[in-house]
């Protein structure tokens, strides 16, 4: 993840795309916690390529991955501009927690600067996420990933709008949810009355 402070595009970048596959581990629409435990965190952080084989995942890894995960589905709220000052205050607490439990090394070469672990294992991982985290909004795209405010979902999303208004993940189906459930609460209200 080479640290370029390039121009915002309308496509994810790869750092983009890792933190959302971290933050999209929750259980959504009917998928499984990727989280949960130990053994379901170690395959997930197989599957992305971040610990080997054979690497121990405990279930307090996976606790801690899943605190590191909320804080970022809160700042990622915000960025959608959903308004929660205590809780993303917390959250912006706990991800400068993380990186001093997590901490990332910069590797300077003729080609650019990148941060990467000074660890290895479950830390590693985590640092990893922090690093695509730090990675994209160098690159000036932070803000267009967001969580969409549709409560059940909070989905991760990369805001691909030309002028980073989306607020849902889909506008024909979380935002359609909200639209209709706010049509709903205004009617009652009016039909109280």
């Avoid at 596959?21 to 197989?46: C, H, K």
């Avoid at 979380?174 to 039909?191: F, L, N, P």
Wanted: aromatic residues 4%; glycine residues 10%; proline residues 5%.
């Amino acid at each position: 993840m080479a640290m370029d402070a390039t121009r915002t595009t309308l496509s994810p970048s790869a750092a983009a795309e890792a933190v959302l596959a971290f933050v999209n581990t929750r259980a959504i629409d009917g998928s499984r916690e990727q989280l949960g435990d130990g053994v379901s965190f170690a395959q997930w952080l197989g599957q992305e390529g971040l610990v080997g084989p054979g690497s121990l995942v405990t279930d307090a890894d996976a606790a801690a991955a899943r605190e590191l995960r909320d804080a970022l589905v809160l700042v990622l709220l915000a960025h959608a501009g959903e308004e929660d000052g205590e809780g993303r205050a917390g959250a912006e607490e706990h991800l400068r927690r993380s990186a001093q439990l997590y901490p990332l090394a910069p590797v300077i070469t003729a080609t650019g600067v990148q941060l990467l672990p000074t660890g290895g294992g479950v830390p590693g991982a985590l640092a990893t996420v922090l690093a695509a985290a730090s990675d994209v909004a160098l690159r000036g795209a932070w803000m267009r990933l967001k969580a969409c405010r549709n409560p059940p979902c909070h989905l991760g999303f990369y805001d691909r709008s030309r002028n980073s208004s989306a607020a849902y993940c889909s506008p024909n189906r979380c935002g359609a949810q909200v639209a209709m459930r706010t049509y709903r609460t205004r009617k009652a209200q009016e039909d109280g009355r």
